[in-house]
């Protein structure tokens, strides 16, 4: 098969490492594990590492939308999925017939949760989140005690089933951060809580990859790592976490055309780099359309992969190409037309990886790969169209 232009290859076997690493560490504190896939899987598609987690040993699947539960359960996922964020008015009723389970932080959650059991016929099963410290998502402390008697009410009404309690970290890649422990003890006043008032046990969780890496005393009942699943290491610094996580994605491409250029020219739009003698260049048919940052053409140490070599882009990145720079136009490279370009991948031979562009671009791996190719499932609506009455000169706002 003929490799494609620009492409994301995932591998499900370094995936698979991760998680049965993962599960490992959860499973030595008595905990269970959520792989979570939202936004397409941090962009490595949800429903394939969905089951390759799932085989890997995850128990659980994360996702933040309604959409993506659907989507895994499109897919033929029948494991156990919670889906958290949810906006106002959302209709749940699809979800709950499939027993996604749903993060409730708020009155008005829990009443579409509700609704949707009713329409349903059959009880939402909830995972109620407590806000201990992040200031996101959450029910803050001091209406924690109203939430449960909502709750409690429900559950007497048969619509709600309340399996869990839990809360998301502030500063998990920093493991040794003092808010880790004030976030734990308020997870662990308000698990007492829910517990007491709706007399039943519940599962608490918090940790997320970096926790669930360095902080086994976090894991409570099911840990919820996302990046780790991926490869890609959260805590900073020499050694990160320590553990042996495997990049799974390789973001590649291949040489589109090889050429010479006499000495002087400029290259790309603008002209940012000159050839400073005859060169040899190859275009790479990848740009920021395909999700190459243009911003990375800026850096000057933005470097791709060919044949196993580094090999310095030059000039700016474009929306859908850019040019490599293969040294003096009369000594021989090896590169050819149609050979394969690392843009990013594990890191072998020291070829390029996602934490490098995120540390060129001034921001985290996590937004590398989730920006590889786009997120398919963002609506695309068009607002504010104003057609001209005189049938010329249309202008459009998107
Ligand atoms: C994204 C997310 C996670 C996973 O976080 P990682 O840092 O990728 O491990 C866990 N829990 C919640 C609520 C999240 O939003």
Request: proline share 7%; aromatic share 4%; net charge negative.
């Amino acid at each position: 098969m003929t490799a494609a232009r620009v492409e994301a290859v995932v591998d499900l076997a370094a995936l698979r490492h991760n998680v049965a690493l993962l599960a490992g560490l959860a499973g030595r504190s008595g905990a269970s594990t959520m792989a979570v896939v939202k936004a397409d899987g941090y962009g490595h598609g949800a429903v394939p590492v969905a089951r390759a987690a799932l085989d890997a040993g995850a128990a659980w699947l994360g996702v933040c939308t309604l959409e993506e539960a659907a989507e895994l359960r499109a897919g033929g996922i029948g494991a156990p999925v919670l889906s958290w964020l949810h906006v106002p008015d959302e209709d749940m009723t699809a979800a709950v017939a499939t027993a996604v389970d749903l993060g409730v932080a708020s009155p008005r959650d829990l009443a579409a949760a509700a609704g949707a059991a009713r329409a349903a016929g059959r009880p939402a099963r909830v995972h109620l989140k407590i806000d201990t410290g992040l200031s996101r998502n959450g029910c803050p402390p001091h209406d924690w005690g109203a939430l449960l008697d909502a709750v409690a009410g429900l559950v007497e009404e048969g619509v709600v089933e309340p399996v869990a309690v839990w809360s998301h970290l502030a500063h998990a890649d920093d493991p040794s951060h003092p808010t880790l422990d004030r976030q734990a003890a308020r997870l662990d006043d308000a698990h007492r809580a829910a517990t007491a008032r709706l007399g039943r046990p519940l599962l608490a969780h918090l940790a997320n990859s970096a926790a669930t890496l360095t902080r086994p005393d976090l894991h409570r009942d099911l840990v919820r790592p996302g990046i780790a699943v991926y490869g890609l290491d959260p805590v900073e610094g020499p050694g990160g976490s320590g553990h042996d996580l495997r990049p799974a994605m390789t973001f590649r491409s291949r040489v589109a055309l090889v050429k010479t250029v006499a000495a002087g020219e400029g290259v790309s739009y603008g002209h940012t780099w000159t050839t400073p003698g005859p060169r040899a260049l190859a275009l790479v048919p990848a740009g920021y359309a395909d999700g190459v940052p243009r911003l990375l053409g800026s850096s000057g140490r933005f470097a791709v992969g060919i044949g196993g070599v580094r090999r310095p882009v030059v000039g700016r990145v474009c929306m859908d190409q850019v040019v490599v720079d293969l040294g003096p136009a009369d000594e021989p490279h090896g590169v050819a037309e149609g050979d394969e370009v690392v843009l990013f991948g594990p890191g072998d031979g020291g070829l390029p990886t996602a934490a490098e562009w995120a540390e060129l671009l001034g921001t985290i791996h996590y937004e590398v790969v989730t920006g590889v190719g786009g997120r398919p499932r963002l609506s695309r609506a068009t607002t504010g169209v104003t057609q001209a009455t005189d049938g010329v000169n249309p202008s459009r706002t998107w």
